[in-house]
């Protein structure tokens, strides 16, 4: 049966109140950083009032207010809220957004208030401050959100299959959607009932209008096979204001997918980034800059930690690896040494007294509590400082900062199809696998992931993945 008015009002009032909090999130952050700007430039002398007097924020605040809206930066549509883009596509609309929102507020004052100046370091600091700042306050925003439960969206999956579950648990971990599972839908018999990752089968597919109605939910997230969809997608439709459709747990390179209408067929157009030279320059000249400033920032610390290592320890300062690079070439991966210097003996010792560990390390090709690890190598992986050395691969070219981790020839039969796809790239630094999980992940979701960023990879992508990776070495989250 339709949905009565109020039931509506009820079931958009989560997704409502997380737009709500989203919109005071960005104007506060926008302001606070053109104060924070103006004060820079006040402590600097730059001779503009715009530095030591706030202007009239309330244009601005509606102009980067609609601009977002146009971007559909609030869950996609504020009047119709869903699932809205991608966490990488989000900070690079939000990039654009906030880039024309400065030039109309520079533009209108410079034209219409010829008493205000704006000298162009003031303009070029606030829009990378605010463009920084917006994508990290909102993830706090959505976390404070998710942990107080407060302005989330009820679903129901249909499917309490695998990719079901594995969907569901996904929703449970993240806050960027906002999306809390009530239950699934399956018409499988002995799941009736049962609770799978936490959540209860409520019904089958035929109860969907039923259960949805007793719970006021709009949003449906289908996990069945497209030919079971077909059959139901009308039924879903009479009641269901959002459905989405995940086909199943392939990879799949959505990020650079756009739908194409022919006529009354429906096609994706895929646009292949590895392929395209600027993309691939553009990277590889701000990988370099960042590589070059890195090392002349962090040569203190190896001062610091040269004699470090050699003092506490016999053996060399450095660690040289053999690995496999772009187009399954060998490369040398340089790290700080951070085990005994005998440590290939003793694994070989460990791995043959102790089947448990050899398990692991034919599961992970690394054991959790390792004891060739020295102290001082135990402080050096906790901090990723181990890894300070390979910004010089990447200034010889063999690495980047962002990329698929370097494996070994043993690890490669764990990527099977999917190897000839990860040696098109150079290995990284860090990747999506490390901010994502990193050692706590196990090897197949690795693989995925992996397999993922390559698929969907763009500048804004490894944006996300060097401020998350920032981020983590800070809280020290994951590193073993």
């Known amino acids: 049966m339709p949905r009565t008015p109020k039931k509506i009002f009820s079931v958009v009032t989560g997704s409502v109140l997380r737009i709500f909090f989203l919109m005071l999130s960005d104007i506060c952050c926008a302001v606070g950083s053109i104060i924070a700007v103006g004060a820079l430039c006040s402590v600097l002398g730059l001779p503009s009032s715009m530095c030591v007097e706030p202007p009239k924020f309330l244009p601005f605040c509606i102009a980067l207010l609609i601009c977002n809206m146009v971007f559909s930066c609030y869950n996609g549509s504020i009047f119709y809220p869903g699932a809205g883009v991608n966490k990488i596509e989000e900070i690079r609309r939000l990039a654009g957004s906030v880039c024309i929102t400065y030039i109309l507020l520079f533009s209108w004052y410079s034209f219409f208030r010829n008493n205000q100046s704006f000298p162009p370091l003031f303009m070029l600091l606030s829009i990378f401050l605010t463009g920084i700042m917006l994508p990290i306050v909102r993830g706090i925003v959505r976390k404070v959100l998710k942990f107080i439960h407060t302005g989330q969206t009820d679903i129901l999956i249909a499917g309490a299959g695998k990719g079901g579950a594995q969907v569901a648990l996904e929703f449970q971990q993240d806050s960027y959607f906002g999306f809390r599972v009530v239950g699934f839908l399956d018409d499988d018999p002995e799941k009736q009932g049962k609770i799978i990752s936490g959540i209860p089968v409520l019904g089958t597919l035929a109860d969907a209008e039923k259960i949805a109605g007793q719970h006021n939910i709009h949003y449906i997230v289908c996990c069945i096979p497209v030919m079971i969809l077909s059959k139901i997608y009308r039924d879903f439709s009479r009641y269901f204001t959002h459905i989405m459709y995940v086909p199943g747990p392939q990879i799949f390179p959505i990020a650079w997918v756009t739908p194409v209408s022919i006529g009354v067929f429906c096609g994706f157009e895929i646009k292949n980034k590895l392929l395209q030279p600027l993309s691939r320059i553009l990277k590889a000249a701000i990988e370099l800059l960042l590589a070059i400033v890195a090392i002349i920032c962090l040569l203190p610390v190896f001062l610091v930690l040269v004699p470090l290592i050699k003092f506490t320890s016999p053996g060399p300062v450095f660690y040289r690896s053999i690995r496999l690079g772009q187009n399954d070439k060998e490369i040398a991966v340089w790290k700080f040494r951070s085990m005994y210097a005998d440590a290939d003996a003793r694994l070989?010792?460990?791995?043959?007294?102790?089947?448990?560990?050899?398990?692991?390390?034919?599961?992970?090709?690394?054991?959790?509590?390792?004891?060739?690890?020295?102290?001082?190598?135990?402080?050096?992986?906790?901090?990723?400082?181990?890894?300070?050395?390979?910004?010089?691969?990447?200034?010889?070219?063999?690495?980047?900062?962002?990329?698929?981790?370097?494996?070994?020839?043993?690890?490669?039969?764990?990527?099977?199809?999917?190897?000839?796809?990860?040696?098109?790239?150079?290995?990284?630094?860090?990747?999506?696998?490390?901010?994502?999980?990193?050692?706590?992940?196990?090897?197949?979701?690795?693989?995925?992931?992996?397999?993922?960023?390559?698929?969907?990879?763009?500048?804004?992508?490894?944006?996300?993945?060097?401020?998350?990776?920032?981020?983590?070495?800070?809280?020290?989250k994951g590193a073993r």
Request: proline share 5%; charged share 30%; hydrophobic share 35%.
């Open 348 to 476: 070989e010792t460990l791995l043959r007294n102790d089947q448990e560990l050899k398990e692991e390390w034919e599961r992970d090709f690394k054991l959790r509590h390792d004891p060739r690890i020295t102290p001082v190598g135990n402080f050096l992986r906790k901090t990723s400082l181990d890894e300070l050395p390979q910004f010089w691969n990447v200034l010889n070219g063999t690495m980047s900062i962002i990329g698929p981790r370097p494996i070994v020839r043993d690890e490669v039969k764990y990527y099977g199809k999917h190897y000839e796809l990860r040696k098109r790239v150079k290995p990284g630094i860090t990747g999506l696998w490390q901010v994502s999980g990193r050692s706590d992940a196990d090897y197949r979701f690795r693989v995925l992931l992996d397999t993922y960023y390559i698929m969907n990879w763009s500048i804004w992508m490894d944006y996300y993945i060097f401020f998350k990776t920032v981020y983590i070495v800070l809280m020290r």
